[in-house]
């Protein structure tokens, strides 16, 4: 069974501070993908980022940036210089060896992490 | 260009009465999700279409749920004689072929 543990359930930030989001999972798999959605107050979920298991690269894009490793079975989120407009709640999600009938991805989610920034 | 759109954005309905929901996908998306949103649950996986293989319906919960595609493109999830725990907010998202869901607004749904 496939699971996604974001032990944080709310972080409080002032604006301009970094931040760091955790997510741990279990798979049996041995080809996965790892996500971060955001969901703002409007409900939407946003797309982030996705990985495979077998790129543990970093990847950064503007503020954001990943951290995966698979040997401690995790993939952080950091928000550097944090804004207003990145409160919202953020869900890691793993999806497992792609759907046989079709290659979907069929995501498990985390609990999520309410990230209020404040001024 | 244009996201996955879903109607109604809200539904109040009463016990034991049924309910449709729809989902207008990304153009040329092939892959079609249905998840729900509730307080005690999280998200869960509902169903999963692709082009026209069989759907994955391990993630329904009861046989009072069901969902079809017509013509690859738009769907429809209806649940039947609908119970207050049916109320949550029911999320339908998009892929390419093997890429990324993309979500849509979602239907809150309240069953009083």
């Known amino acids: 069974a496939q699971k996604v543990t974001q032990a944080q359930t709310e972080i409080s930030v002032v604006e301009k501070e970094d931040v760091t989001l955790d997510c741990v999972y279990e798979t049996r798999d041995t080809t996965y993908y790892l996500f971060w959605y955001k969901q703002p107050p409007s409900g939407e979920l946003v797309f982030l980022i996705r990985r495979n298991s077998f790129d543990e690269q970093n990847e950064i894009s503007g503020r954001y940036s990943w951290n995966f490793q698979k040997s401690t079975s995790s993939f952080n989120f950091t928000i550097t210089a944090s804004q207003v407009v990145d409160s919202a709640v953020y869900f890691c999600a793993l999806s497992g060896v792609l759907i046989l009938t079709g290659g979907g991805n069929k995501l498990t989610f985390g609990t999520g992490t309410q990230l209020k920034v404040e001024l | 260009g244009a996201g996955v759109s879903q109607s109604p954005s809200n539904k109040v309905t009463e016990k034991g009465k049924d309910v449709e929901l729809r989902c207008d996908p990304i153009?040329?998306?092939?892959?079609l999700y249905w998840y729900r949103q509730s307080l005690g649950q999280g998200l869960e996986f509902l169903i999963y279409f692709q082009g026209n293989s069989a759907p994955d319906k391990s993630g329904l919960p009861s046989d009072r749920f069901s969902a079809e595609r017509t013509g690859g493109s738009v769907s429809t999830l209806t649940i039947q004689r609908t119970q207050q725990e049916d109320s949550a907010v029911y999320l339908c998202a998009s892929s390419l072929r093997g890429g990324e869901p993309y979500f849509g607004p979602g239907t809150r749904l309240l069953v009083l």
């Open positions: 153009s040329g998306h092939t892959a």
